[in-house]
């Protein structure tokens, strides 16, 4: 069984709508959970991170996590064609400090 | 702030050569950094865990006589792929964590390296 999993896509959606992204995990202990953003041929960058349940924004991006249904989503409102890129969910496991990722939802943002 | 830079961004070796690779960060202090290594349309698979002043912990499946790693000080670790095989093509990205709650900090990732072995 996969620590975290993603649906691997792709998502296409037209400028200007919402892009929804999900992510479930296995591990109940995981205490934090991070979106990155990873371009083709560049190492991820971070969005955000969560680690309380309930939605958390920033900007155009919210994150919401779920721990009783053990889920995480990131929302990307008013989606850009810059936004087109593979997004990586994260979790960590708090004691050991380890980084498990999914394998990556690609997006794709239509002009 | 939280910068993180590789280097080489890029390096072509012969086989069974040696590589280092470099993982520096810029603005903080790190006291844990990880090594991942990620294949074409393929996720992040993490290698290593690296402590400064310890040994790192290495993942199941990563042997650690073939890539050495070293934790030197608080804003270096070095990744040496030794005797390199074209099956070790590949892009190294390296992430540093700042000292904090374990768990609870965010890691940083650097631009990656990308390694091909001919």
């Known amino acids: 069984q996969k620590e975290v999993e993603q649906n691997s896509g792709p998502l296409s959606v037209p400028e200007g709508a919402i892009a929804s992204l999900n992510c479930t995990y296995s591990?109940?202990?995981?205490?934090?959970f991070f979106w990155y953003r990873q371009y083709s041929g560049k190492s991820p960058e971070l969005i955000m991170s969560?680690?309380?349940?309930g939605d958390k924004e920033d900007g155009r991006f919210t994150a919401q996590l779920n721990k009783a249904s053990q889920y995480v989503s990131l929302l990307i409102r008013d989606s850009q064609p810059s936004d087109s890129a593979t997004y990586l969910c994260?979790?960590?496991?708090?004691?050991?400090?380890?980084?498990?990722f999914g394998s990556g939802t690609k997006l794709n943002v239509k002009p | 702030g939280a910068v993180v830079s590789q280097h080489p961004s890029r390096v072509i070796c012969k086989s069974g050569t040696s590589v280092k690779i470099e993982c520096r960060s810029l603005?903080?202090?790190?006291?844990?950094m990880f090594w991942y290594r990620q294949f074409p349309k393929q996720s992040l698979m993490l290698m290593a865990t690296?402590?400064?002043?310890?040994?790192?912990?290495?993942e199941q499946g990563v042997e650690k006589d073939k890539f050495l790693i070293n934790h030197a000080s608080l804003t270096l670790s070095t990744l040496t792929v030794t005797s390199a095989h074209p099956e070790d093509s590949s892009f190294y990205i390296c992430?540093?964590?700042?000292?904090?709650?374990?768990?609870?900090?965010?890691?940083?990732f650097g631009p990656g390296t990308r390694l091909t072995v001919l």
């Open positions: 994260a979790v960590n496991q708090y004691n050991f400090n380890k980084f498990y």
């Open positions: 969560i680690y309380s349940n």
């Open positions: 591990d109940r202990g995981s205490q934090s």
């Open positions: 603005d903080f202090q790190a006291t844990t």
């Open positions: 690296s402590n400064e002043g310890s040994k790192a912990t290495y």
């Open positions: 992430s540093a964590q700042p000292p904090g709650l374990a768990g609870d900090n965010e890691q940083f």
